[in-house]
């Protein structure tokens, strides 16, 4: 076990957000890299139980809907390719925790999207691994840069956080932006 922190940090950090709200716990979330559910456990215990999970293993979310932590579970693929099979503005945030890495998503296709199926004034809370973040191929910085140009998204928050906290002590940036 390398005690994977990021999922308890940024569900921490959404769920704080979202009670300063006027929907609070009755926000509609989408866990986007969803996973076995681990962000999703952690923003039930602290209340929350609208949340959808979408994930590109079948496999990884047939383990998520047997912890019965989401309403409905996705299978789709986040990227340029085509559009998340997922209506826009139908979501008060999105959650993005372990997918803008090395060898997992690149920025352009993939940040428009978590922004397309959010409602204005919504969030969108990610992690992006340090390691990664200034290499250029994924491309992170600049699609950033370029949704706060266009007026899509504006930054609440920016921290450096633990991703995991045993043995290799890697660290994370955890974004909270709202959707314009």
């Not at 559910?37 to 979408?54: C, K, P, S, T, Y």
């Amino acid at each position: 076990m390398r005690g994977y922190v990021a999922p308890e940090i940024a569900a921490a950090t959404l769920a704080k957000a979202l009670k300063k709200r006027q929907s609070g716990t009755e926000s509609r979330i989408l866990d986007v890299g969803a996973g076995t559910g681990q962000v999703a456990e952690h923003l039930q215990r602290m209340g929350f139980n609208n949340i959808d999970g979408l994930d590109a293993s079948k496999e990884m979310l047939a383990i998520a809907k047997r912890k019965n932590v989401y309403r409905n579970c996705f299978q789709d693929v986040l990227g340029p390719r085509q559009p998340l099979n997922l209506n826009s503005n139908s979501y008060d945030a999105t959650i993005c925790v372990g997918v803008f890495t090395r060898a997992h998503v690149k920025a352009k296709g993939a940040m428009e999207e978590i922004v397309r199926v959010v409602k204005p004034g919504g969030l969108v809370c990610f992690t992006i691994r340090e390691n990664v973040f200034l290499e250029e191929e994924y491309g992170y910085g600049r699609k950033m840069d370029e949704l706060s140009l266009n007026m899509v998204w504006e930054l609440v928050s920016v921290t450096v956080e633990a991703y995991h906290s045993t043995f290799d002590l890697a660290k994370c940036f955890l974004y909270l932006y709202q959707v314009l």
